[in-house]
């Protein structure tokens, strides 16, 4: 196998977008004719001499956080129409000067493909990249054949005895094995399809004109992130774990790209081969926008440098360009971390109208606004019941291994618990738990970071091998909407548990077949001697901290009982108090929210307020543990929201930092595959 080194991988090359035929026409958007007067449209660059309209310009109140979008970027042939400018809704009900872009999400600039070699003798021409730990490799016939010593895991078998490799070589295949719950008949096997098998559908992007700065950070979805010049959508990050479960591989082309039986072609990595807007002073150059209409740059400028000092959501600030995003580097699996506005909306044609975007849910009964009678399967934490749910079947015992190598304390199981779980499927989860492949590296020495960094959901392990997962892939918006909204579900809320199909643990299952907490692991916490969920003891229950984890930026997790003094051991366990308490009043009525009143629903009605518990914004503090008397920062899993810590305190590991979150990994459509 080799690392990618392909010649174009930073240049376009003859078939990139320096070879478009020229463009012709005008570009106008509502009333307001984009087009230069006398000027001839370079085919290279979109419209030449086209700035966004004055009063778009004009709306920008701080210059150095919002720039305007600039609607000439795009190329006009890869579009099936003209960029409309119009009064649009955004995800999260508010109304904005938007720009409308119509694509079919088919690449006019270049080729698809290829993905996969056929034989082992194949070379790189004949496949296309794959990403492991924030490494790009070449998917050519020795890459393949060699797999099983890239994961160490003897059980891939992708190659035959003839040498051809496994490929999913018909539509149905294809479509059986590109989903979260891979078909067993296409476990190990090279997930490819074919442009002939996809069923172009109109994708109608809603982008703000001058994007809104959020000063709180807006966790991506399972949607599109944003959109490419030639009207390519970028995706989140592809769902790894789900297809290295499998013993899959979905492998990209050398533009980033693969295609989803659902969603088309898209983009989960800019390699620096689709068209770019050059800056002319050395800074990375422009490649797309995102869906809250920040400008996305390439990851590397052009003295090959990677940009400095991005915030958590993957951007940074300069006086020429204002806020903006860099794209991740093209291993790892990420184009933006988080929004740092309010994005706008991804609508595929064929989506129902008239129903709030991830995921599905059934209207409010009168009287309880806000609050559907079930979150129906359809979102990233469910499945869709139309596929059936998925059959219960004999595991094997949990098995979970910790050891040391080198900076990190590396983690692996097969994500199965040690104790009792619940009934999976049932009435609210159609999925059957399975084993997993979990292998995490997280600091051995955690270091603060100047700034919180969102959980991608996945926060960090317990001790048995089981992900705590601090959020869901639910959210409420508009009406015929599709996109990110503040108005994330929560799973762990008492309202909402039996909803999600959580068992007595907290936890409940993916399509994938990943077991996970969303709040307090009973069963783990009986086993190590603590009290059931639901009782609130005297203090002799629990006679010193217990430790539950560890999260993914190397600090420990704890159960709720702790010193009333955090730096004195002598002191008195008590039950530890987040610092979050439920807003008062209602939510604002649709299409700016779900209306009805702040009852814990949402991880948005809730309001951190300083002082009034014993921890901070993390859900954490400093003080000393039985496992580090000289002291450490620790999390606590606590019963009151938010339950699982929402924010890192610390730099997140290489194995978070390269494999992206997961958002998006666990319903249907698969998005990614």
């Excluded at 030639?230 to 789900?242: I, M, S, T, W, Y």
């Excluded at 869906?291 to 993957?314: K, V």
């Excluded at 940074?316 to 699996?333: L, M, T, V």
């Excluded at 059959?391 to 098995?399: F, H, R, V, Y």
């Amino acid at each position: 196998m080799a690392i990618k080194s392909k010649s174009g991988l930073h240049g376009l090359d003859e078939s990139g977008s320096r070879g478009l035929v020229e463009l012709a026409g005008w570009l106008a958007i509502g009333t307001i004719v984009l087009g230069a007067c006398g000027s001839r449209p370079n085919p290279a660059r979109g419209l030449d001499g086209v700035q966004p309209a004055p009063e778009i310009r004009a709306q920008a109140a701080d210059e150095k956080r919002a720039k305007p979008v600039d609607p000439s970027h795009f190329i006009r042939a890869a579009l099936l129409a003209d960029i409309a400018l119009e009064e649009r809704v955004l995800s999260d009900g508010t109304r904005a000067l938007s720009y409308v872009i119509q694509s079919e999400s088919e690449p006019h600039e270049h080729a698809m493909g290829p993905w996969s070699p056929k034989h082992v003798t194949d070379g790189k021409e004949k496949g296309g990249i794959w990403m492991k730990d924030g490494e790009l490799y070449d998917v050519d016939g020795p890459f393949v054949a060699s797999i099983g010593d890239l994961y160490s895991d003897s059980d891939w078998d992708l190659v035959r005895e003839d040498g051809s490799i496994r490929v999913t070589e018909t539509k149905e295949a294809f479509e059986a094995a590109a989903r979260p719950d891979v078909d067993s008949r296409y476990h190990n096997h090279v997930v490819e399809g074919r442009p002939e098998w996809i069923e172009q559908k109109k994708t109608t992007y809603v982008i703000p004109a001058q994007p809104i700065f959020s000063e709180t950070p807006i966790r991506l979805g399972h949607g599109p992130v944003g959109v490419a010049f030639n009207g390519v959508n970028f995706d989140p990050p592809a769902p790894l774990h789900a297809i290295l479960a499998a013993h899959t591989i979905a492998p990209l082309d050398d533009y980033g790209g693969h295609l989803n039986p659902h969603a088309g072609y898209h983009y989960h990595a800019a390699t620096g081969r689709t068209k770019e807007v050059d800056q002319g002073d050395g800074h990375a150059a422009m490649i797309g926008y995102a869906l809250d209409g920040f400008a996305i740059y390439a990851h590397l400028n052009e003295q090959s440098r990677e940009p400095q000092s991005l915030d958590e959501c993957g951007g940074h600030i300069d006086s020429k360009r204002g806020y903006h995003y860099h794209a991740g580097a093209p291993g790892s699996n990420q184009i933006i971390h988080a929004f740092r506005g309010v994005p706008g909306t991804a609508r595929m044609e064929g989506e129902e109208q008239g129903e709030p975007g991830p995921p599905p849910h059934r209207d409010p009964p009168p009287g309880a606004r806000g609050r559907p009678d079930r979150v129906r399967p359809g979102g990233p934490e469910l499945q869709d019941q139309r596929q059936g749910p998925m059959e219960a079947i004999d595991l094997p015992e949990s098995t979970v291994s910790i050891a040391i190598e080198g900076e990190y304390r590396v983690i692996r199981s097969n994500g199965l618990p040690d104790h009792e779980a619940g009934t999976f499927p049932n009435e609210y989860n159609p999925n059957a738990v399975r084993p997993q492949t979990h292998e995490y590296r997280v600091p051995l020495n955690p270091k603060a970071s100047q700034r919180l960094t969102p959980a991608q959901p996945e926060f960090g392990i317990a001790l048995n091998g089981v992900l705590f997962d601090s959020g869901t892939g639910e959210f409420w918006t508009a009406s015929g909407q599709r996109g990110q909204s503040p108005w994330n579900y929560d799973a762990a809320s008492a309202s909402n548990q039996p909803r999600f199909g959580l068992d007595r643990n907290h936890a409940h299952v993916q399509p994938t077949g990943k077991y996970h907490y969303h709040g307090l692991p009973t069963g783990l916490m009986e086993k190590l001697g603590l009290p059931a969920d639901g009782e609130h003891p005297s203090h002799s229950h629990a006679h010193e901290m217990t430790l539950l984890g560890w999260a993914f930026d190397g600090y420990p997790i704890y159960a709720p009982y702790s010193h009333e003094d955090p730096d004195d051991p002598a002191s008195e366990l008590v039950e530890l108090e987040p610092s979050y308490r439920l807003k008062q009043g209602n939510r604002p009525d649709p299409p700016e929210g779900p209306g009805g009143r702040y009852d814990g629903t949402f991880g948005a009605d809730y309001e951190y307020v300083e002082g009034s518990g014993h921890l901070d914004r993390s859900n954490g503090r400093s003080g000393v543990t039985p496992e580090f008397p000289k002291g450490t920062y620790y999390y606590v899993v606590t019963r009151g929201y938010p339950t699982i810590p929402r924010t890192w305190h610390g730099i997140p590991g290489p194995t978070v930092q390269r494999r992206g979150p997961v958002q998006g990994s666990d319903g249907p459509p698969p998005p990614g595959r």
